[in-house]
């Protein structure tokens, strides 16, 4: 029985984010419900084509998933609700503050999402504003405790750090307030200016007030301390939960386990094999409808591909890489292929060995990116 996480991307969001490079499109809406129709076909044969398999995590992205309509979410969920599904599947959906309501909250209760991601980003209204989000610290905390009432016990909530003009002591004030507020699960990402967005042709022009590097570091080290203490336990270079909390769906892709996209530019890790759909609502809808590929790649990962996208990925996590499921998966020690590197960084006390378990130190985390170059074989 193949063991599959699935990944629903939904593409339609109000307004772009001034940092974000996801595909997903402001001013599309007129397409959602050709969209959902082509998104079910899509499920309906993917899963077609595969044998015996079970669903233990769902995660439906985007985009602003929560845009969508009362009646295209039960549309999405009845045709996901077809799936074979463990029992205690982890089902989350993505939802932003201002697009969501109490029938749309009770819809995705009744249908089993029991895992909601909530967007925040910063809790100082100036800064929401300077990002392009589009809704207040007051919606966040009314879509939060909608939620709570509705019935969800299990809630992430994403922040991002080191935006241009923040200050040490605001984002601070954001992880008090948001710890104090005892969601399951919080995200704090380090902002990266990506090309494509408006952030970056900003920072081009050098329009851009970005935050130093060692108050970078200090946000981060910083934002360590406030989490632990509030019981959040860092188990990823970026994601913090209360015990037991953590995100199964996201460990599917730092252990490097299988899963299936769907929907415009989704990606999927099936079979070595990677796959990434056409990003184009409208090319995806007609390829769909079609019955044509909605492919526009597919890379079949060589041994070496893997084994680095293993290491990069497993050192991401706290708990790092585990030698013997290096060994059983590849029939190589990492001796074989990386001991020069390893022990270069155990001098330098960036990386231990300890227990049959290979991990990043605090201070290696915070250069891990320069760490991971040094993994390419």
């Excluded at 019955?291 to 060589?302: F, G, L, Q, T």
Aim: with cysteine.
């Amino acid at each position: 029985m193949k063991h599959l996480g699935l990944y629903v991307h939904i593409p339609f969001c109000k307004q772009k984010c001034y940092y974000c490079d996801f595909a997903s499109f402001a001013g599309k809406e007129s397409m959602q419900n050709d969209y959902i129709e082509a998104l079910c076909k899509e499920i309906r044969k993917t899963f077609k084509e595969i044998d015996e398999y079970i669903i233990d995590t769902i995660f439906i992205g985007g985009g602003t998933p929560s845009i969508l309509s009362v009646e295209n979410m039960k549309i999405l969920f009845n045709e996901i609700d077809k799936l074979n599904k463990s029992l205690d599947v982890e089902y989350s959906m993505e939802c932003n503050p201002g697009s969501l309501n109490e029938k749309k909250l009770k819809t995705m209760k009744e249908y089993g999402v029991n895992r909601i991601s909530i967007g925040l980003q910063t809790t100082q209204e100036k800064l929401l504003k300077s990002i392009g989000r589009i809704h207040t610290f007051n919606d966040f905390k009314n879509t939060f405790e909608l939620a709570r009432k509705v019935g969800f016990k299990n809630i992430n909530v994403d922040l991002i750090f080191a935006l241009p003009n923040q200050s040490l002591d605001e984002f601070k004030e954001t992880l008090e307030i948001v710890c104090k507020m005892k969601p399951e699960h919080i995200s704090s990402y380090s902002l990266i200016i990506e090309e494509g967005t408006v952030f970056y042709r900003l920072y081009e022009k050098n329009k851009l007030d970005v935050v130093s590097e060692d108050v970078e570091r200090d946000m981060y080290n910083e934002g360590k301390k406030i989490l632990k203490k509030y019981g959040y336990e860092q188990y990823e270079i970026s994601n913090y939960s209360l015990k037991g909390k953590e995100c199964k769906h996201n460990l599917k892709y730092w252990n490097m386990e299988e899963w299936i996209g769907v929907g415009s530019s989704s990606s999927s890790y099936v079979n070595s094999k990677r796959i990434k759909n056409i990003s184009d609502i409208k090319t995806y809808v007609e390829k769909i409808n079609n019955d044509d590929m909605c492919y526009e790649e597919v890379i079949e990962n060589s041994e070496d591909d893997n084994i680095e996208e293993f290491m990069f990925m497993g050192l991401r996590k706290v708990e790092g890489i585990n030698e013997m499921e290096f060994y059983k998966r590849f029939n190589k020690k990492l001796d074989d292929i990386y001991k020069n590197v390893i022990k270069k960084y155990e001098k330098e006390e960036f990386l231990v060995r300890n227990k049959g378990r290979l991990y990043l130190t605090e201070k290696g985390m915070l250069i891990s990116n320069i760490i991971m170059a040094d993994f390419l074989i």
